[in-house]
């Protein structure tokens, strides 16, 4: 997960007393200690100047960035632009209340976890269920112990961190199901699932649109008289050298055993040609030394797609066209590239 960082809010204005507390004077800037400007922030939302100063001097000495807004409306405005890890609300604001504000907050979409802590005058049962039942993760009744309150946000801090330890690690598992381990290339289910985005992008705003398919040539011999190991090192070979020959924007995949697929936008019937040609003319040019023997290993590729105003094709059928240009490819010689007729 990219970590953000914010822009300066310039013209910014805090109405009446809400000002912008970066802790200077008597909170350690985060920043200053290492850590990521951002992710040790705190928003303090409460209508009451006094009531701010309370929760700030009681997070005096802590590893906290403070935030200060005196209005629902700003409330949300400041966890929009800053992202802050951790808020705590007063319950009664002039404008929307702490429910609403936290309905508000938890309706935004963010990259990382927001801990909300209630701090309200209202000890009754049921609106403490309504706070929670809004989005907030804990609450603290008025007037709050300081101990308890630095408590209650370390163990904010701690759920924000899970959270985005979780995140990360569905993030790595995301990126391995979509990964082919051996080579690093897109899965198939990678190629179905991008393909066909990048597809009917390209036939709505009437874009090209090329798949080169690409199979090595007499691959079960290479196995056979090299071994398995060999085999699998000329695959990641011929990965590499795809990579070497695309441009980021382009999309590497492999289909499947000794197949793999090149999906290219924005290039004409010409630049697909070159590039497939590159690939197949490096790869043969690339000898293989294993246990003493050189080896050289070749590849035949298919082409097919559009230049523009193809909005009725499907990656099934395009994949199929290049599929057939391989299979001309390998019947007059192997070691080729064919395009199929426009
Ligand atoms: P052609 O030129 O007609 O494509 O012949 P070929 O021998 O390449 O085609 P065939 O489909 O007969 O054989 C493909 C071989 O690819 C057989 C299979 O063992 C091998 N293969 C598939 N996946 C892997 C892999 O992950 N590692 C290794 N080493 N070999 C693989
Ligand atoms: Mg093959
Ligand atoms: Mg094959």
Known sequence: ????????????????????????????????????????????????????????????????????AA????????????????????????DLNGVEICRRMRSISRNSYAHIIMLTGKT????????????ADDYLTKPFHEEELIARVAVGFRTVELHRQLAAKNKTLENLALTDPMTGLANRRAIDEWVEREL?????????????????????????????????EVLKKFSK???THTRRSDFCGRLGGEEFLVVM??????????????IRAEFESTPFTIS?????????????????????????????QADAALYCAKRTGRNRVEIAAA
């Open 265 to 278: 936008t924005h290039a004409t019937r010409k630049d697909v040609a070159k590039v497939a040609e590159r």
């Open 124 to 135: 009754d049962k049921a609106s403490l269920v309504q706070g929670l039942q809004a989005g």
């Open 71 to 94: 209005t629902g409306q700003q409330a949300v405005e400041l966890y929009v632009q800053h992202q802050p890890s951790l808020v705590i609300m007063d319950w009664m604001m002039p």
């Open 292 to 320: 003493g023997c050189s080896m050289v290993a070749t590849a035949s590729l298919g082409i097919a797609g559009f230049e523009a105003n193809q909005a009725q094709s499907t990656f099934n059928s395009v994949l199929s």
């Open 241 to 243: 050298i795809l990579k």
């Open 1 to 68: 997960m990219a970590s953000a960082t914010f822009p300066a809010i310039p013209g910014f204005a805090f109405p009446g007393d809400i000002e912008r507390y970066t802790g200077e004077q008597s909170v350690p800037r985060a920043a200053s200690r290492g850590m990521a400007a951002t992710a040790m922030t705190v928003l303090i939302v409460d209508d009451s100047a006094v009531s701010r100063k309370l929760v700030e001097q009681a997070l005096f000495g802590q590893p906290y960035s403070l935030l200060f």
């Open 200 to 232: 009917s992008s390209a036939a709505r705003h009437s874009l090209s649109f090329w798949v080169i398919v690409a199979d090595l040539d007499r691959f079960k011999y290479v196995n056979d008289t090299f071994g398995h190991t060999a085999g699998d």
